[in-house]
RNA sequence: CGGGGCGUAGCGCAGACCGGUAGCGCACCUGAAUGGGGUUCAGGAGGUCGCUGGUUCAAAUCCAGUCGCCCCGACCA
């Protein structure tokens, strides 16, 4: 029972999305800003949970903030070789100020590993400085080609971390676990969402990283998001910006640093991988809000009664759930239950003179929609029950993302077992091949390499595509 | 950069071939009734037809130019 105004995922997917970010009202076109988009006040609410939930867990981990310029003298980006082939191409430029041409361009940061490098190069002297553990919330920009509401914008939030370490081992150390302690944490506990942890390979990596890691996601199509990625830069940027510091020995020393992050695409993530025909689902512990009372009423005294009834239920829910009242006068109960159920909030009451005469109330699950997902319950314990209840909705979407997952995510031996995986899902195979045997399998298959999985099999196999035996296996699939 | 499409009310569209001073649906505003799964009736407001120029007594409509947006591909993640 797709709702109207929502094209059926079966039908068109890609359409899906869009009517849901536009019908869900978390975000406008910004027509008049090429490839920028307005974040609504629904979806910022949804982006303010997530840097919630991440930023606990970055200064849980011992992380602090701070704040560096937008712009970025353009021969910053110019220092270090891989980065400069990497981001040039996306890279918008500011020219003029004051009136004024300027001597030297600035850019609008894509990411700011160069700028940050060049302050952490004044900052460190001496191995008692380390490490530094810095993270900043901010927006970036990158002029792509073609942009999706979330998934790919020109501008887009996000917090990168920029750490630096005296030794390789503790620049790999950060590196992991973010991506195990925040990153993953983060996105399987809070948005429900599982993920496959794993290394990048050379052709993906960041450009300038010595390795990326990163958490993958599959959408509801079978296709792959990359939710989050952890970086170590090993000394690249170091040497790029002169980062040193003197050891214990006296011996000036090249330092090792990293960087990480995610970004506002996690909120595309969100909608693609649990939300359904009827709109948007998001999971209990994120939603801005977590169950939404629609009171029903036919006249004055009936009104007074049910609403009476509404404040004494929720004064009992102060601080324990984040709630919102329906009073709007103007729309029927029906109505609010649709727009409640496109918007994704977890769970619904509805309260009516029934329910004040029997003491009961109707409480609806958005994860089973339409009346299917409907009881009527005491309002003796509700309190509990719908804590309870977002509880169990929460383990019961990342329980359904899981089953997707696995049931698409195939084994391949051969290559035609590999074509014909990525039209469907993942595809887990083992690999020997090289960089231009994968471009050469992006061309034929549009599937990349998403990750070499930090789980490995115990035994060996044989390359998919060149049979030499490797115990290295990797996943394949088509990505956003 | 190549191929295609589109600019008319907030949104979606009709009107254009055949020139005569702009219309439909939804949304919006007012009132009444309705109210447990997208409520009904009545009334109302809202448009320099992307922009510039030309042809004409008269241009949304014909002609020329120009700007912008969308889709597909290339590119990127």
């Known amino acids: 029972m797709a709702k109207e105004g929502i094209t059926p995922r079966a039908q068109d997917y890609s359409q899906w999305y869009l009517d849901i970010v536009r019908q869900a009202d978390l975000a406008d076109y910004a027509e008049i800003v090429r490839g920028c988009i307005v974040f609504k006040p629904t979806g910022y609410a949804i982006w303010e949970g997530i840097q919630r939930g991440l930023d ?24 270090e070789a891989e980065h400069v082939e990497g981001f040039a191409p996306e890279v918008v430029e500011v020219t003029r100020g004051g009136g004024e041409e300027l001597a030297e361009p600035y850019v609008v940061r894509p990411t700011s ?78 948005m429900a969402v599982p993920v496959i942890r794993g290394l990048k390979t050379e052709k993906e990596k960041f450009p300038g990283a010595l390795r990326s890691y990163c958490i993958e996601a599959m959408m509801q199509d079978g296709r792959a998001l990359q939710a989050g990625t952890s970086h170590n830069l090993g000394q690249n940027f170091a040497r790029a910006f002169d980062i040193t510091f003197t050891n214990q020995n006296n011996t000036i020393q090249h330092a090792w640093t990293t960087s990480w992050g995610v970004s506002t695409r996690l909120i595309g993530a969100l909608i693609m991988a649990h939300s359904d025909d009827d709109g948007l689902i998001i999971p209990p512990r994120l939603a801005p809000t977590q169950v939404v009372v629609v009171p029903i009423y036919r006249n004055d005294t009936e009104r007074s009664t049910v609403m009476e009834a509404v404040q004494r239920i929720t004064a009992l829910w102060r601080g324990k759930l984040r709630f919102r009242v329906d009073d709007r006068d103007n729309l029927t109960p029906g109505y609010k239950f649709n727009e409640w159920e496109l918007k994704g909030i977890p769970v619904r009451i509805e309260l009516g003179p029934r329910d ?24 003796s314990g509700l309190t509990e029950r719908i804590e309870a209840l977002l509880v169990e909705i929460q383990q019961s979407l990342f329980d359904r993302a899981l089953t997707f997952r696995d049931a698409h995510t195939f084994d391949a031996r051969t290559y035609a077992e590999l074509v014909e995986g990525v039209e469907r899902g993942f595809v887990r195979c083992y690999w020997a091949g090289t960089t231009d045997d994968e471009r050469r399998i992006q061309e034929e298959t549009r599937a990349t390499i998403r990750c070499i999985p930090l789980d490995q099999p115990a035994s060996a196999g044989r390359c998919v595509l060149t049979g030499a035996e490797t115990t290295q296996q990797v996943v394949f699939a088509r990505a956003y």
């Open 113 to 190: 590993e160069t700028i940050i490098g060049y302050f952490y190069a004044k900052w460190v002297r001496s191995w008692r400085d380390l490490p530094v553990l810095i993270n900043q919330w901010a927006n970036v920009m990158r002029w792509e080609m073609r942009t999706r509401p979330f998934l790919r914008t020109a501008e887009f939030l996000w917090q990168e971390g920029h750490t630096v370490h005296a030794t390789e081992a503790d620049a790999e150390h950060e590196t992991l676990m973010i991506l195990n302690d925040v990153y993953t944490d983060f996105v399987e506990q809070e």
């Open 356 to 379: 004040v005469q029997q003491d009961t109330v109707a409480i609806a699950r958005r994860d089973i929609p339409g009346r299917a997902g409907k009881a009527f319950v005491s309002q």
């Open 56 to 79: 606990e867990r970055i200064k849980a981990t011992g992380h602090v903030n701070a704040y560096f310029p937008l712009l970025i003298p353009k021969s910053f980006l110019m220092r």
